[in-house]
T-cell receptor, first 116, second 111 residues
Framework: EAGVAQSPRYKIIEKRQSVAFWCNPI?????LYWYQQILGQGPKLLIQ????????DSQLPKDRFSAERLKGVDSTLKIQPAKLEDSAVYLC??????????????FGPGTRLTVL | LAKTTQPISMDSYEGQEVNITCSHN???????ITWYQQFPSQGPRFIIQ???TKVTNEVASLFIPADRKSSTLSLPRVSLSDTAVYYC????????????FGPGTRLSVLP
């Protein structure tokens, strides 16, 4: 089966510009996650969707970050305006509800953002 | 959400068994323990999940003692391709749970 798709793979912008990332989850996966991974650190959850509703966005910097998942499938994550500290890899993951425990998350290849 | 502690880095040689221990002293009754593997320039990949005792799959084994305050990921006969960062997560999978990936353990397998 096809994995989680993300685009673009790389993006370079100047500070104060805006940028958008796109994610297409595995077909049928109701839950979608966006993570930020700064070099040398583990991924940090930004937002979690269940279908097209937000389940957790407690760590999303809402003054500059926004995300949507229209129709419960694809999702976009936007940063406006970008800051130098936003330089990171942005990972999208999706999962399907399992019987017990934490659902296995399938990650995409990520988008590497460099803010100059 | 239970906080986890792992060694920052480990070195091993090809063909050896590697054991990575994760401490989670405040694990809750309903929490499971999950391990992910991440290669450079890739997203993390699920390895194994367990609740108690021992779980084994084609990739690894997970040992969980009776008190569940720690767990050990065991990789049999590692190869160079097992060089990666390994993350331990603890949680019950409930919606709205903040999945916390710590800094992980950077495993370097040497020839």
């Amino acid at each position: 089966e096809a994995g989680v798709a993300q685009s673009p793979r790389y993006k370079i912008i100047e500070k104060r510009q805006s940028v958008a990332f796109w994610c297409n989850p595995i077909s049928g996966h109701a839950t979608l996650y966006w993570y930020q991974q700064i070099l040398g650190q583990g991924p940090k959850l930004l937002i979690q969707f269940q279908n097209n509703g937000v389940v957790d966005d407690s760590q999303l910097p809402k003054d500059r970050f926004s995300a949507e998942r229209l129709k419960g499938v694809d999702s976009t994550l936007k940063i406006q305006p970008a800051k130098l500290e936003d330089s990171a890899v942005y990972l999208c993951a999706s999962s399907h509800p399992g019987d017990k425990g934490m659902d296995e998350q399938f990650f995409g290849p990520g988008t590497r953002l460099t803010v100059l | 959400l239970a906080k986890t502690t792992q060694p920052i880095s480990m070195d091993s040689y090809e063909g050896q068994e590697v054991n990575i221990t994760c401490s989670h002293n405040n694990i809750a009754t309903n929490d499971y323990i999950t391990w992910y593997q991440q290669f450079p320039s890739q997203g993390p990949r699920f390895i194994i999940q367990g609740y108690k005792t021992k779980v084994t799959n084609e990739v690894a084994s997970l040992f969980i003692p009776a008190d569940r305050k720690s767990s050990t990921l065991s990789l049999p006969r590692v190869s160079l391709s097992d060089t990666a960062v390994y993350y331990c997560l603890v949680g019950d999978g409930s919606y709205g749970q903040n999945f916390v990936f710590g800094p992980g353990t950077r495993l370097s397998v040497l020839p």
